[in-house]
């Protein structure tokens, strides 16, 4: 499909969800996760501010860099230290990410 990716999750069950995400509307992957209607909590929405959408990147993909407001929100949830940890509202949608893998997190400070 033109304008699509695919994206593979696991959820917290360990079951692994190939969902596809479009490349022209701006998205984030937390936003491509809820449009799938996969449970994700995502608290805040998408503004960096509460971590409930962190993640474990599996793949060897090329991302954005993490912004500082990202990294302090991954450090504050105890999560920081989880190699490859990142906040998937914080990783937008593009075709340069088509076959991402993510395992979503949970927070250990909680």
Known sequence: MENFITIHVTDLEGTEHSIQAPTDMSF??????????????????????????????????DLPEMSDDEEAMLDEAFVLDIE??????????????????IQMGELTGE
């Open 28 to 61: 984030n992957v937390m936003e491509a996760i809820r449009a799938n209607e996969l449970p994700i909590k995502a608290t805040c929405g998408g503004m960096a501010m509460c971590a409930t959408c962190n993640c474990i990147v599996q793949s060897d993909h």
């Open 84 to 101: 490859g940890s990142r906040l998937m509202c914080q990783i937008p949608v593009t075709s340069s990410i088509d076959g991402l893998q």
